[in-house]
């Protein structure tokens, strides 16, 4: 067997799974962007760009949300990949009691996000939760109030769940990166007499770089298309300011039965994300080549 | 390991295959029901009175699929996209024109009329259930509004009796608020609160009528702007809580039962989760408000039970849907789920004997009040209550857009979609 | 770095744990009782109908059971064929990998409530809607890109030049790859694993969709059945929540050794 016979051989399983189960559906659903289309009675009428045309025309839903679906991935993002790297390097670094304190760690990532989003809600309500009291005692709030519902600080409400429930995921990963890097290049560092921050710049950061950037895309796509947990926390409220892309074609798929329309805005995002990919892939490149 | 792996993959995917070949859906031979306001204890009521149907037709039987409130629409529409259809469905007023413009369902007409159930029945309850004067469903019961108060903390702020007038209303909530972390009215700010501001609209204006005869909406009406303005103005002054802003039913209801808000504008089946959590002596239920012309017009939303067109057990479904509205039944389910039956005489025996059901019993009998039936033959009412006016009154609570700008949107909506809808049936 | 060490711990441990806290409070708060107290850090008097209902009156037990067995064939599944897959796009060049590759990471940008439906009519076509294999199926394929992508970032972590000198020395490439490289990318395989296993175990949507049956239901389904149209049986609902976070911690706990002594253990080995 030579060597390209090979890899698809090792790539068959993958292939047969997502090509049944993922492309075939994600055909359809692409699809409809050129139907006028009802899931209830069937009936499909082909429309061309039509739908495109409306929504770069007239839809002033969609570029509020499409802000808000930038404020809301790249503040969500931010927070939980500086936190949940930071909780990486102090596990690698280990601890009494870490063996404990570990798996309690990552609970956060087996809730489901409409418990998360029911939970915080708790959390967030003047009559249930604590937090309007702590915002008012330091000073951020006049008044213990509820955020979800001031439009102007709202998705500060979602974000802090998601950031709750999201940072495990950063840390588990780059920890397991961390812990693939053979110890023996750090002692060789230091007979060579580099320090510790000039370690981890030049060898643990390139080292997991490849972890880094991978998380970094693949997490962005997911939050970008996050819609669970603003749906239950907001519902896109108040008055739309926390309606991110994600929750709109929800609302117009399943509230309007417009599957043609939210497939349009589906495929909106999709194109606005494969150039986040491919730009983030383009640094990955650089990168593996530098090393 | 590797060996370890490959056999196990395999072995999960021989197990798939054969559960693939398996033919272990619900058996094509009986009948499939699927309920979407579900609860545990009236799953427990349903397979009871399937199981007094199955032994009075030996050899159907009925299996049940309970979907929950919150996903029912997209899960229902997803089964019958995908061609597996029950037979009988239960269908809340604002589907209905959805599913029915869509050919789902099918027309009861020929198969049930009103001498198919005793005199007793409520008069508009076929009507209810008619587009162009076909039968699609039959209501099992009807969710009328009325006002629930609470009694300690109108005893706290020294008001002695429920509002009567829309005066009294915004006066009461004014006063219930002076309480130390109280608002008066529980707003329902989210989804599902649409059916308020019709109230609000439709009583300041005088007229339970949303169209003129030429199909313009009252919503352009003076009247629908005041009652607008009302509520908004109820809200700025912080008569209703802060965040009631984004309530959905839960959240009122709990708003309600924590005291953090004293009236609240339900049906009578959220009684069920207040008695779980309130002491009886605490709260009670008045008439919605009554407008300038002395009228009020309570919201009245049905869920009725339908048969899909793509069944192939027609016949034994309809007879099923009339097995499950009989008023034996439905004097079991209205009681279990505080309903209005559907049967006039029950009505009685349900609502009469306490303060806590005293507002529906009134509003019932009383001719000042007349029910204000959404216009569920819009086929695009649904979205509409759901995401528009959800949105825009978010909007126009927040000061984002006046009442008259607000009203005026809404009614322009509402107004093509009547024109389009006249237009079709000329 | 040791100073603030501490402090950060204890940050993360009450960031993580308060809401956790909230909920078991909650869960152990008389019906009557929770809305009455106002915002208290323990309620007057504590209950466990709620975990007795969950547990004996309710088919909580077989929402687990039937969690547990999709959560866990799913995450072997998923690991063992994403590894293949993922040694593959590391170790070899071939044409078209880079369109394999695009694919994979185009899966994940369409929004997962667009192919729910075209997903049910595959899952009809082949008759395994409203059974838990079918179940297993979808989730496999849909944690199948993210991980191949992991396990190729691992391999690539993972020096070449081992395998290849395991190779001249007469290994054939799959005992190269058992003996030699496997064992580097323990931890790689331990987060894959425990990734996968919670996002099976947390996911709601295809749950809801896919499955009808009481009996086939998984925990996040059943725990809807808390939410009716009037209100929520909070009580309850953080019972069950409270318990199926000890599966996960068990889980845990277990595959935590793969991430942490990974690489010890297979320098010991090699």
Redesign the interface.
Same mark, same amino acid.
């Given at each position: 067997m030579n060597?390209?016979t090979?890899?698809?051989f090792?790539?068959a399983?993958?292939?047969l799974?997502?090509f049944?189960?993922?492309?075939?559906?994600?055909v359809?659903?692409?699809s409809?962007a050129f139907y006028d289309f009802?899931?209830?009675?069937?009936?499909k009428e082909f429309v061309g760009f039509d739908q495109f045309i409306r929504l770069l025309g007239e839809d002033e839903i969609f570029t509020m949300s499409l802000v808000n679906t930038l404020f809301w991935t790249v503040s969500s993002l931010f927070f939980q990949f500086m936190?949940g790297f930071?909780?990486a390097l102090?596990l690698n670094?280990g601890?009494k009691g870490?063996?404990i304190?570990?798996?309690?760690?990552?609970?956060?990532?087996?809730?489901?996000?409409?418990?998360i989003g029911?939970?915080?809600v708790?959390?967030f309500?003047?009559?249930?939760?604590?937090l309007p009291?702590l915002f008012e005692a330091i000073g951020i709030m006049d008044k213990a +109030?509820?955020l979800?519902?001031d439009?102007d600080h709202a998705m500060w409400g979602p974000i802090t769940a998601n950031v709750?429930f999201g940072?495990p995921?950063f840390t588990?990963?780059l920890?397991?990166?961390l812990?693939?890097?053979?110890?023996e290049i750090y002692e060789a560092a230091e007979m060579d007499g580099v320090s510790?921050l000039q370690a981890f710049r030049y060898i643990t950061v390139p080292?997991?770089a490849?972890?880094i950037l991978?998380t970094l895309?693949?997490r962005a796509?997911?939050i970008a298309?996050f819609? +669970?947990i603003i749906i239950v926390m907001?519902?896109?409220?108040?008055?739309?300011s926390t309606q991110i892309v994600?929750t709109y074609?929800?609302?117009t798929?399943?509230?309007?039965?417009d599957?043609g329309y939210?497939?349009v805005i589906?495929i909106a995002?999709?194109f606005l994300?494969?150039i986040y990919?491919f730009t983030l892939g383009r640094i990955r490149q650089k990168m593996t080549t530098y090393i | 390991m590797i060996r370890a792996a490959t056999i196990f993959v395999f072995l999960v995917l021989g197990f798939a295959l054969t559960q693939a070949l398996s033919d272990k859906d619900h058996d094509p031979d009986n009948l499939l029901i699927v309920e979407v306001n579900t609860s545990p204890e009236r799953t427990g009521l349903l397979r009871r009175q399937l199981d007094d149907f199955e032994e009075a037709n030996p050899g159907v039987k009925v299996d049940v699929i309970s979907l929950s409130w919150g996903q029912a629409f997209e899960k229902l529409s997803m089964m019958i996209a995908g061609g597996q259809y029950p037979d009988v469905i239960e269908m809340p007023d604002f589907w209905l024109a959805r599913y029915v413009s869509a050919g789902q369902i099918a027309d009861m007409t020929p198969f049930l009329t009103q001498a198919d159930f005793d005199d007793d029945l409520e008069a508009d309850t076929f009507d209810y259930g008619s587009i162009r004067e076909r039968v699609y469903t039959i209501p099992y019961g009807y969710y009328l509004r009325a006002m629930i108060y609470n009694k300690k903390l109108f005893a706290q702020a020294g008001i002695e009796k429920p509002p009567l007038t829309m005066d009294e209303f915004y006066q009461t909530a004014a006063k219930l608020s002076e309480l130390p972390g109280v608002s008066g009215y529980c707003h329902h700010g989210g989804r599902g609160g649409a059916v308020f501001y019709y109230w609000i609209m439709t009583t300041m204006n005088g007229s339970d009528r949303f169209f003129d005869d030429d199909g313009n909406s009252t919503f352009y009406n003076d009247g629908a702007v005041r009652g607008l303005t009302l509520i908004r103005d109820i809200y700025k002054n912080g008569y209703a809580p802060q965040d009631s802003l984004n309530w959905g039913l839960n959240e009122t209801v709990s708003g309600f039962y924590s005291g953090t808000c004293a009236m609240l504008h339900q049906t009578p089946d959220a009684l069920t989760s207040l008695s779980k959590r309130m002491d009886d002596a605490d709260y009670a239920s008045s008439p919605m408000p009554l407008g300038p012309g002395g009228k009020s017009f309570p919201h009245l939303g049905y869920i009725g039970w339908s048969v899909l067109e793509g069944s192939e057990k027609k016949e034994m479904a309809f007879k099923l849907v009339r097995h499950l509205l009989n008023r034996e039944n439905n004097h079991q389910w209205a009681q279990r789920s505080g309903l209005v039956p559907i049967y006039r005489g029950i009505s009685d025996d349900i609502f009469r004997g306490d303060d806590i059901r005293a507002g529906w019993l009134q509003t019932t009998q009383d001719d000042r009040w007349s029910y204000l039936i959404n216009p569920n033959y819009l086929s695009d009412i649904a979205e509409f209550d759901s995401i528009t006016v959800v949105q825009t009154g978010q909007a126009m609570m927040l000061g984002e857009k006046t009442p008259e700008e607000t009203a005026k949107m809404w009614a322009d909506f509402l107004s093509a979609s009547q024109k389009r809808w006249m237009a079709e049936n000329e | 770095m040791k100073n603030v060490k501490y402090p950060f711990i204890i940050g993360f441990l009450v960031f993580t744990l308060f809401p956790v806290f909230w909920m078991l409070k909650i869960s152990l708060t008389p019906d009557r009782l929770l809305f009455s107290e106002g915002i208290v850090a323990w309620p007057s008097r504590i209950t466990f109908d709620h975990y007795y209902a969950v547990l004996v009156e309710g088919s909580f037990p077989d929402y687990f059971m039937n969690s547990f067995i999709v959560s866990f064939t799913t995450a072997a599944l998923v690991t063992i064929i994403a590894a293949l897959a993922g040694y593959a796009l590391s170790r070899f060049q071939f044409k078209g990998k880079l369109a394999i590759m695009t694919i994979l990471l185009v899966t994940q940008m369409f929004p997962i409530v667009m192919v729910i439906a075209p997903i049910y009519n595959v899952l009809t076509f082949i008759n395994l809607v409203d059974s838990l294999t079918g179940l297993i199926l979808v989730y496999t394929a849909f944690n199948l890109p993210f991980a191949c992508f992991l396990m190729q970032s691992f391999f690539d972590g993972a020096p070449v030049e081992l395998e290849e000198a395991a190779m001249m020395d007469g290994c054939t490439r799959l005992q190269a790859l058992e003996k030699i490289t496997l064992p580097l990318c323990l931890p790689g395989i331990g987060a894959t694993l425990g990734f996968v296993f919670t996002a099976a175990w947390s996911e709601l949507l295809f749950a809801l969709m896919f499955i009808n049956r009481q009996s086939q239901m998984t925990f996040p389904a059943g725990i809807m059945n808390f939410v009716t149209k009037f209100s929520v049986d909070w009580g309850q609902m953080a019972a069950a929540m409270i318990l199926a976070l000890i599966p996960v911690c068990i889980f845990f706990s277990y595959i935590q050794r793969f991430i942490v002594q990974g690489l010890t253990a297979g320098a010991l080995k090699g």
């Open positions: 060597k390209q090979q890899a698809w090792y790539l399983p993958t292939l799974f997502i049944l189960l993922v492309l075939i559906p994600l359809t659903g692409i409809y009802d899931l209830i009675s069937g009936t936190l930071g909780l102090i670094s601890f870490i063996s304190i570990q798996p309690v760690l990552f609970v956060p990532w087996a809730v489901p996000s409409f418990l029911l939970m915080w708790w959390m309500n003047p009559v249930t939760g604590p009291y +109030e509820n979800l519902s439009p709750w940072i995921f588990i990963m920890l397991a990166a812990r693939s890097i053979p110890k510790g080292l997991i490849p972890t991978i895309l693949i796509i997911w298309n819609a +669970e907001t519902n896109g409220g108040p008055a739309n994600a074609i929800y609302d798929a399943y509230q309007k039965m599957f939210a497939s589906s995002l999709l994300l494969m990919g | - | -």
